[in-house]
């Protein structure tokens, strides 16, 4: 279970999310909202990327207190990822594998999977938008992950990778894996069935 | 639209050389006893006014002063924060001329003031063919940059191939290495500046002060200096370290380990000028492990102030001065190894211990 109490975050003097405790069981949940609302705040500060006021716990492991052992189970894939252009897909992706403690390699049916064996290779300046979209989700399934934030998975990238994406989700979920997807895009129902949504409204979770 | 480059390029630009101006301060006033102070600089006014040579070595120093302007200007107008700018490329040519003409006045200004008093010195000895070489200089180190600004504004669309392409063997680079490939690949010409300035002012030390004679306190200031001219490329690596390796923090990758490889970092690109002073020291251990810990604790506490040190504060620029002020006490007084052991275990600290509650946006928009 997900659980935030009295989480604040402020930027200057303009406070973006202000909840006071929400809870969430295990499954696939949907974060609506328009642009400003906080849901890319919001999946920071559960994956730990930026300060908050408050408390975050998973599977009741803090992200405060147990910071490693909580950044072992989750595992966050940005709107607009960012990584060094300098460096390589395959740089990247055995990074990851490193620092969540599978074996090389292990991640070669996933690059297969989103077609992008023959860019691996490649500093990733070069990449399109929709291959860095790629390359973000790959590093973003490798290792044993039981929450994911999706922050926008679908925009830029193709139909082929869509379909794949869901087909992760539905493994990944099988296996016990919590999900949870920003999108302003309609979630394909054929392919993803959701167990909530919720949207943020005067800066507080609510479901719809 | 100056106005607007002032607040912005100028401010950040003094904010950022800060060290290495006070330090140059340093060599010109503080090295000299107070009662000889001012038959000091009419005696290097002279020489300087005398002597084209002499005046050509001096013109050398200010060009890398103004390259060091120049790709800064360039450096900053590449971020995301500053496109603002590429708006100006809009208004009319001659206004477009005259502000960048401002800026790079403003940001030339020590040079500018010194170039006057020279040229004032060659017309006062009538050596009137170095007052006009001086005020040619003058003009050219404010026109070219001018000049080229201008042009990188408004023909942005040409595509040009880099001058300096060095291709590496292709193998996996482990993550520690990044920011150094960072700093090779994307940063060349101001590693290169840097370790210029460095080197020039290393060796400049060691001839204010070759009549002392041997003593390693001496080869410690050059270090300082040397280590006041990496004060650009760490912030290159802790604007790096927000920007494209943010993603990190969300990664179950130790605070310990990432201190090590900040300290890696930083240790290899400080490793050519940590060689130089061990062998004007004569490889004694003592003095270079000295020498190592200066470095690294002050490369490393440097980094440290820039992550704590707020866009719209003098907090940078205050502790920049103290730690100067600090380490150049302890070199005199010999207790390098106590001030740097401090100066260490606090970096490491507040490193650690605000490790998470850093917002790397907030440095990322600087």
Known sequence: MLSLDRIRKSYGSHTVISIEEFRLADGIYWIKGGNGTGKTTLFRIIAGQTPFAGEVDYKDINLKKQPLDYRALISYAEAEPQYPGYITGN???????????????????????????????????????????????ICAFIGEIQLFLLDEPLITIDKEAALVLYSLIREHQEKGSTFLISSHQDIDHAELTVDAAYTIKNKDLQRC | MLSLFLKTLSREFYRQHLGLLAFAFYLLFGTVEGSQLLNYHLALLHSIAASTLMLAACC??????????????????????????????????????????GLYSVLLMPVLIYVSL???????????????????????????????????LTRNLRVFQPWLSIRLPAWTNPQWTWPLIYIWKQQTLMLVLSKLLSFILFKAV???????????????????????????????????????????????????????????????????EMFIYAYTVSFDLSAVFAGLSLAISTLFCMQVIQYKSDANSNFSVVCAFTIFVTLAISILAGQLFPVNGLQAIISIAVYNLLFYDTDLNTIRDK
């Open chain 2, 206 to 272: 060691l001839w204010m002060f070759a009549d002392v004679g041997p003593d390693v306190r001496v080869a410690q200031f050059g270090l300082l200096a040397a280590l006041i001219s990496h004060s650009t490329l760490v912030i290159m690596l802790v604007r790096q370290d927000a920007g494209d390796l943010a993603f990190i923090r969300s990664l179950p990758q130790s605070r310990f380990k990432t201190t090590t490889n900040h300290i890696a970092v930083l240790f290899v690109l400080f490793l050519p």
């Open chain 2, 118 to 152: 020279v040229i004032g010195a060659a017309l006062w000895y009538h050596n009137y063919l170095n007052a006009v070489i001086a005020f040619l200089f003058a003009i050219a180190i404010v026109a070219a940059p001018t000049r080229f600004t201008y042009r990188k």
């Open chain 1, 91 to 137: 740089d990247l992706v055995r990074y990851y594998e490193q620092v969540r403690g599978v074996p090389t390699n292990t991640s070669l049916h996933l690059i297969e999977r989103f077609g992008m064996t023959d860019f691996m290779g490649q500093t990733i300046g070069g990449y399109s938008s929709g291959m860095l979209k790629k390359l973000s989700l």
């Open chain 2, 60 to 101: 050398v120093l200010w060009l890398l002063y103004a390259l060091k302007c120049q790709l800064f200007v360039n450096k900053q107008l590449q971020l995301e924060q500053y496109s603002f700018i590429q708006v100006s490329a809009a208004t009319v040519q001659r206004k477009q001329y005259i502000s960048w003409a």
